[in-house]
């Protein structure tokens, strides 16, 4: 089974909700696919962590066969090649590694070679993706991570915030997932967003409040009108701040909620 934990914005407590999910339920791998901030590690302290380098495939020019035709730079909508005064100018970074140029190109001077954009940090409890800095494009990185799951246990996906491509990779092909969201004006607005993204990858999913405030009516009148299942409701408690500051999970600082969790999962 996998369980992916989304939110429609930061700060919601998406990874405190991740984590110990993965501490409450038995035989569980957690794969952080929050590859340009990624945190679970803090919460779950991996042990006999091996790492593997990850690339994807950029065009090299071979300048004896090229005729500077330009059609390389033609089919290329993300303008990663750029044919100027005789040259062939490449931009890695903006390549999506699609291979169009090295399959058009009429005289063969283009062919690929591999370009590492992170690593993995796997151990047998939790997989972490890590991007380089300065890195335009996670989402091959992410969808590195997720070949990393296990079947024959219960996948926990900690996808990045928001509702970019990259939260998408993270959440496709979920049994089910979790939207963690706040009981504020902007927790509500970035949490139809999420639920409009996985409602169209037609992906089961039910809600989880932190932060969880009884005097901001319209979060549980949105559910409500859109037959939202609210699995649980966080209140907000200065001493599961001062945990997460701390890289205690929410299940260690408040044991109850274990049971709580593992409801969650169908």
């Not at 900690?158 to 959440?171: I, L, Q, R």
Request: contains cysteine; aromatic residues 4%; positive net charge.
């Amino acid at each position: 089974m996998i369980i992916s934990v989304a939110s429609g914005k930061g700060g919601t407590g998406k990874t405190l909700i991740a984590t110990s999910l993965a501490l409450s339920l038995e035989n569980s791998l957690l794969l952080d696919c929050d590859v340009e901030e990624p945190n679970c590690h803090i919460f779950i302290k991996p042990k006999k962590i091996k790492s593997e380098k990850v690339s994807v495939l950029v065009p090299v020019i071979d300048e004896a066969k090229c005729n500077y035709c330009g059609k390389c730079a033609q089919i290329c909508e993300f303008n990663a090649l750029v044919v100027a005064n005789k040259k062939v100018l490449v931009f890695p970074n903006l390549c999506h590694s699609c291979g169009g140029c090295v399959l058009l190109c009429p005289h063969k001077a283009i062919s690929e070679k591999q370009r590492v954009i992170g690593e993995l940090q796997i151990s047998d409890k939790l997989v972490t993706g890590v991007l380089n800095v300065g890195e335009a494009m996670p989402v091959p990185l992410v969808a590195a991570v997720k070949r990393k799951i296990d079947k024959s246990k219960t996948n926990i996906i900690d996808a990045s915030p928001g509702t970019s491509c990259v939260m998408v990779e993270a959440v496709k092909d979920s049994d089910y997932c979790v939207l963690v969201t706040e009981s504020s004006p902007f927790g509500l607005s970035d949490l139809k967003l999420a639920v409009e993204v996985v409602r169209k990858l037609g992906i089961p999913f039910g809600l989880v409040i932190n932060k969880y405030n009884p005097k901001f009516k319209a979060l549980e009148k949105y559910c409500e009108d859109e037959r939202i299942t609210v699995h649980l409701k966080i209140p907000e408690d200065r001493k599961i701040a001062e945990g997460y500051s701390k890289g205690i999970p929410l299940v260690d600082i408040y044991p109850q909620y274990k049971k709580e969790l593992k409801r969650i999962v169908p």
